[in-house]
């Protein structure tokens, strides 16, 4: 990138994030192929390399929707908005990422309030082009003010409210992405939606949605949390019932496909389409987590007041994936989507990227990563199961200590019940297993 917007030279160095090279600024540090948290926000042009696997698997989802026709018909277009783009690393990598066969559907819109970083977007895209070409007029039909943004190479830019911008077209892909919560914007998100659309969301309010501050989480989410093991769950489930029944004051019923924590951010991507009668029926899956004395947990959806004191909620209660989709989100399908080739390394280090095999390597681990354990998982996570934290094992079964958690699922397996690893920080076990076998399963595998 050769210029700022004020004309200066722009110092920095160049990243590759997935396939697609990315511009930083001088002030911020080489990223980390294994990034588990919030980095340093040093300005406008930062990138946050934590979010890498939530950017891939937004990838890797768009590429199964038009693959599989699951969002629109196989000669429609796909209309995309990243509400709150900063500079825009997402919406290159759908350009840039997204096979070849299907980018002409593509019509990508990017926005956000910032100047500068909506120009390093620009001038990024210009730098650094998608592999493949697209041109195609905007829009026009789409918008209510056609001049208002800016088209370039199958990527069109606005600088607008997120507000506005989600109200002013039927996108058919929305991801919200803000620094913090997002309850500001879910209401406009939703009523942003075409007809049938898909909704990714992102919340980095962690403390909120855990219930590690209380009174944030109450005044943003309506909600009570434990801070236990099972606080991660609660916090995607949080989150997913409130865009549940955000969605549902619109006349509009969600079907999760992929809801997740993830390090420091809590992601959930859901199908929205209208319906009044699955509107109607949105306190079917919402409800409370209440403890149990053995270590484990049931969901009721009318807990009493002595349930309430040792329960979280209200909570999303019914399944969190879709079991065909997530089931498609594997290692070797990031890799062969997301990961570059020789030649596409070959050609940034021509254009100034520092990569050494060593980088090649840990990229390509950062991308398995990314999806490890979803298709393991996904069968499990899309019907009624039971979370435990493999930590909390010995306790509950009176060992002392836990088998290794392969051990473990071959003994529940053996035993006539699923079992898989939830991906989470945390070594979680996911199993359809009744608690007494998976008790029996501990002491028999130490």
Known sequence: MDEAETGETVPGHLWLEGKTLVHLRHDQERP??????PAKRTGPGFLNPAMAPARTRSVLLMADALEHGWLTKADQPLRALDALCA??????????????VHQ?????????????????????????????????????????????????????????????????AGYQWVDLDPFGSPVNFLDAAVQGLARIGFLEVTATDTAALTGSSQGSQFRRYGAKGIVDSYAHDDAVRVLLGLV???????????????????GHHVRISVKVRRSREGASRVLENMGWRIREDNGTYRFVQHPTPEEVERGSGPLWVGPLWDADIAGRITEERALSVCAPTVE?????????????????????????????????????MSRDHTLYHMDDLPNMAGT???????????????????????PDIDPFLVTDAPHDVVMQCVRERI
């Open 32 to 37: 980390t192929h294994m990034p588990r948290g």
């Open 87 to 100: 500079t825009g690393v997402r919406v290159r990598r759908w350009r840039n990422e997204i096979p070849e």
């Open 104 to 168: 002409n559907r593509l019509r990508i819109t990017a926005n956000d309030l910032d100047t500068f970083a909506l120009n390093w977007l620009k001038r990024s895209h210009n730098a650094y082009p998608p592999a493949v070409s697209v041109d195609h007029d905007p829009e026009d039909d789409r918008y209510q003010r056609p001049a208002m943004g800016e088209m370039n190479n199958g990527i069109y830019t606005m600088q607008n409210d997120a507000r506005v911008t989600l109200l002013e």
């Open 244 to 262: 549940a029944t955000t969605a549902a004051r619109h006349d509009r019923v969600v079907e999760p496909v992929l809801a997740l924590f993830d």
């Open 344 to 380: 596409e390394v070959a050609k940034g280090v021509e254009m100034g990227l520092e990569w050494s095999e060593q980088d090649s390597e840990y990229a390509s681990r950062e991308l398995r990563r990314s999806v490890r354990y979803i298709a393991d998982a996904a069968d499990l």
């Open 400 to 422: 002392g200590r836990a088998p290794k958690m392969e051990v473990l699922f071959e003994a529940i397996r053996e035993a006539g019940s699923a079992a898989a690893r939830l």
